[in-house]
């Protein structure tokens, strides 16, 4: 299983978006670049604030963070 954060930050760049684009009020820059370099495990609030920017499904980061298995044992 890949850390939430370098799946999050894999969507960003296919999407061609900075950074920058994923700021909230809730998420700082600071955050975000902490997250996808793993040095921070991220909060729901947060990770639910970065999928909205990135408009996918937190089932589609989940998805993706398992390798695209369904069945992490798979």
């Known amino acids: 299983m890949q ?3 370098k799946v999050l ?3 960003r760049e296919i999407k061609g978006l900075r950074q920058e ?4 009020p809730i ?3 600071s955050t975000i670049q902490k997250v996808e370099a793993g040095k921070r ?3 729901h ?3 639910l604030s970065m999928i909205s920017s ?3 499904s937190y089932e589609e980061v989940l998805y993706l963070q398992n390798n695209y298995n ?3 044992r798979a």
């Not at 684009?21 to 909230?24: A, G, P, Q, R, S």
């Open 3 to 5: 850390h939430i954060g």
């Open 9 to 11: 930050r894999r969507i």
């Open 21 to 24: 684009d994923l700021v909230t």
């Open 27 to 29: 998420v700082s820059l």
């Open 41 to 43: 495990n991220p909060s």
């Open 45 to 47: 609030d947060v990770i």
């Open 54 to 56: 990135l408009d996918v």
């Open 70 to 72: 369904l069945d992490e």
